[in-house]
């Protein structure tokens, strides 16, 4: 897609845009949202630069799991949403009913041209070396990277490089995406995603690394990773102990995804200095190192090495009144097979985009000890069936249960959403 509207900046630095080597955000009286972005990548050693993000739209008229309006950016109105369509094809057998065999991306099958939605081509300034391209979004957190290259306009096979003026806080280097972030204009949109941006206002969370022991027979180090989230109270009460939510990315990430795609630093640090949030300890862990073996790797490994390390280290509630798991996609359906094995271990499970694959009787009286949340995009094109049919098993059996299904697919926009609403109105919300 090529970008034929031209924005006006409305910023005392106007006349020096032009030279701007870094990516921007600028008001604009011309841009539908009333702010632009504008991407830039100096590179005059190429001579062909796209950026690609998560970033397309639709609206209620035009939206089911499988087709959307595929709005881009310089269409936006304000009754758009963020959608974007997986475009998966075919859904490997071992996604439907299996948690004990390793799965192997190879087996999926897209629609190259879903997955070329939302790829701007950038224009080069030979004079300067710089790449630009300039689009309006609205408020919160949006997702991009540079494509170098689609061998054989194949974007699976896409060569991309994140912003190397932006990188990612958490593990820059090694993610995939960097991340910009956009203003609430009230007077022109009608979501308000402030929630996903830093806000000054409300005392910051302290963000760690660190590593534990697997007991698991892996190729891998021994030493593997951990990334945590302490309440901003927790170096001032050592004495309280904490809940703790062990959290999980989906299919392709690692434990680093919630802390940059997430935004999950700026969703909890607003909701707990609004006091909408029990402060809380959370831990995501790396499943994509086992390949997504859930019974005989991934559980294994979150029961017998994640939690018991974790409980020896940090100040957290033991036991499983204060403990509770969540994740997204592939991370969805292993809370699931973790609440198939090991329901009163948890008080709360989050299903997100995922949800039952196996034939299980959920009648037994220890699965209804659990909160279970349920999630998805409402026009989720992968998984949207996975959690609504969830939603059946577990009235069928009265496992207690609630549910939030926000507008959107498969996609980063909706996990934000499904983690707030989690966060702030279910968890250690029971008496």
Partial sequence: MIVKNIYRIDDPAKEMVHILDKTSVFRSADSPTGYVVSFRLKAPELDHVSIAGDWMFSDSHHSSHFTSGRYWPHEWKADYFPHMLLGLLKKPDIIKNSSSKEVDPKLFDFDWEVLKLGIYEMEKDHETGIFSCTIPLPSGVFNYRFVLDIPDGNPILMKTIP?????????????????????????????????????????????????????????????????????????????????????????????????????????????????????????????????????????????????????????????????????????????????????????????????????LDLKSPQYQFPEIHIGAGRFDDAAYNHSFNLQDTCYNNKISFTSFFPEGGHQWSVWRRIFEDFVGRVLWKNP
Avoid at 196 to 216: A, H, M, N, W
Avoid at 228 to 243: F, H, V, W
Avoid at 282 to 289: C, D, G, I, Q, S
């Fill in 163 to 359: 912003d190397p003026n932006n990188l990612s806080v958490y593990d820059g280097e090694n993610q995939k995406f960097s991340q910009i972030y956009l203003p609430f204009n009230k007077k022109l949109q009608k979501m308000d995603r402030s929630i996903e941006l830093p806000d000054i206002r409300f005392e910051k969370g302290r963000v760690l690394s660190d590593t534990y022991k697997t007991s698991i027979q892996v190729d891998l180090e021994e030493n593997q990773p951990l990334r945590i989230y302490l309440p901003p109270s927790y170096d001032k009460m050592a004495s309280k102990k904490y809940p703790v939510l062990y959290l999980s990315h989906g299919g392709g990430g690692n434990e680093n995804d919630w802390f940059n795609q997430g935004a999950l630093e700026n969703i909890l640090n607003h909701l707990i200095g609004l006091n909408k949030a029990e402060p809380m300890v959370v831990v995501a862990m790396n499943n994509e190192r086992f390949q997504w073996n859930n019974s005989e790797k991934c559980i294994p490994n979150i029961m017998n090495d994640i939690i018991p390390y974790i409980e020896s280290k940090y100040y957290i509630k033991k036991g499983p009144e204060g403990r509770a798991f969540a994740g997204f996609s592939a991370g969805g359906l292993l809370a699931f097979d973790l609440f198939s094995q090991y329901p009163e271990q948890f008080a709360y499970f989050g299903i997100w985009s995922g949800g039952q694959r196996d034939l």
